[in-house]
């Protein structure tokens, strides 16, 4: 079981707009910086977002991040189909001395 | 654009070593960074295993860290991971990684999938 909550799955149609929230506790989210992985199917992760709302170069300003207290947020505008993949996030976990992952997002474009 | 590519065997009895390379293309391992190893079990979530530094420090996940150990050989710009006493529980698709700091990972290799069983 992750320390870090993450909803299984969210939706919608292309064009729209997702958020996917990444809750932890103080000894992680709320003291350590976040980041944000795509692992689109059968493929390895990539990095989407660093240092809470960080994107590296050739990630498109439609991916935001976001966070506040112990929680964190991925946002997705502009939605494509090419979209369709598990979002996870990453923190260090102070309490545990690992570094944790959530469980990770499915992303469906209807 | 930094490439890590791991290798090794893709089956390990129960109990043995698992033994895996991570080959890095296009950088230097000695110029700096940290090297690390992240693994995935079939339909499941990402497992940090451990990170070694540029100073040669490493840190592992209390969890993995009586049974791993990560190493750096600089004259073959080679990351390695070994396993011991592995259990059919260590079955999964193994990555090199790149962490930055405690921070995140910014490059991945391709991974390769591991399986233990007899």
Not at chain 1, 28 to 34: A, D, K, Q, S
Not at chain 2, 36 to 57: A, K, M, T, V
């Amino acid at each position: 079981q992750s320390v870090l909550t993450q909803p299984p799955s969210v939706s919608a149609a292309p064009g729209q707009k997702v958020t996917i929230s990444c809750s932890g506790s103080s000894s992680n989210i709320g003291y350590n910086y976040v980041s944000w992985y795509q692992q689109l199917p059968g493929t390895a992760p990539k990095l989407l977002i660093y240092d809470n709302n960080k994107r590296p170069s050739g990630i498109p300003d439609r991916f935001s991040g976001s966070k506040s207290g112990t929680s964190a947020t991925l946002g997705i505008t502009g939605l494509q189909t090419g979209d369709e993949a598990d979002y996870l996030c990453g923190t260090w976990d102070t309490s545990l001395s690992a570094y944790v992952f959530g469980p990770g997002t499915k992303v469906t474009v209807l | 654009q930094v490439q890590l590519q791991e290798s090794g065997p893709g089956l390990v009895k129960p109990s043995e070593t698992l033994s895996l390379t991570c080959s890095v293309s296009d950088y230097s391992i000695s110029s700096g960074y940290s090297w690390g190893w992240i693994r995935q079990p079939p339909g499941g979530g990402l497992e940090w295993i451990g990170s070694i530094f540029h100073s040669g420090s490493t840190s592992y996940n209390p969890s993995l860290e009586s049974r791993v150990t990560i190493s750096v050989d600089t004259s073959k710009n080679q990351s390695s991971l070994k396993l011991r006493s592995v259990t059919a529980a260590d079955t999964a698709v193994y990555y090199c990684v790149r962490p930055r700091g405690y921070s995140y990972f910014d490059y991945w290799g391709l991974g390769t999938l591991v399986t233990v069983s007899s």
